[in-house]
């Protein structure tokens, strides 16, 4: 089975065939040619039962299966918390907000304003080549006058450019720290 997607010329973002503008950026689709994708399930092998943590007074376990080809589940673990987020290829990841286009949505911390510093699209992440890869997104793209930073493994990232991933990478966003967990 196939459907039809249009990519974004500007952020990348894959939008249904129908958009005529981007989701994300809001960039003019009309005149891009969707392309042809495949929505077949791709076959999957499964893995030991892993347990991940998503706060730091709970546990739960989940069956986590991996695509042929390369470990395809990440989770982002918050230092503060222990709170767990789990992101899938082409996941947007930004802070709770009424609206919000991102799949992941990072939720305020009790007493402090450090998650509202997080924007709203703050990066996304995909799974390509067997491995996961991180864009910052360059924020002026959404209108706004400045942008937050994304350090991995306490290095200043960049907007719009990927950055490849491991797991136990150091993850942080406008200094809210994560670990990457890749199972």
């Not at 997607?5 to 809001?26: G, L, M, Q, W």
């Not at 222990?82 to 899938?88: K, L, S, T």
């Amino acid at each position: 089975m196939t459907q039809y997607v249009k990519d974004c010329p500007k952020c990348t973002h894959v939008n249904s065939e129908e958009a005529f503008i981007c989701e994300v950026c809001r960039e003019f689709l009309g005149a891009i040619q969707p392309r042809e994708v495949a929505t077949d399930p791709t076959p999957v092998e499964p893995v030991d039962d892993q347990t991940i943590s998503h706060s730091s007074n709970s546990s739960e376990t989940l069956q986590v299966t991996r695509p042929q080809g390369g470990n395809a589940l990440l989770y982002l673990e918050m230092s503060d918390t222990g709170d767990c987020y789990r992101v899938e290829p082409g996941n947007l990841v930004g802070q709770e907000y009424p609206g919000n286009p991102a799949q992941v949505q990072i939720k305020p911390l009790p007493n402090s304003d450090r998650i509202r510093m997080i924007h709203r699209r703050h990066c996304r992440f995909d799974f390509e080549t067997g491995r996961w890869w991180l864009t910052p997104l360059d924020q002026l793209t959404f209108g706004s006058n400045f942008t937050n930073t994304t350090e991995l493994n306490n290095r200043r990232l960049p907007a719009e450019q990927r950055y490849p991933m491991n797991d136990g990478d150091r993850l942080a966003l406008a200094g809210v720290v994560f670990t990457v967990r890749i199972v």
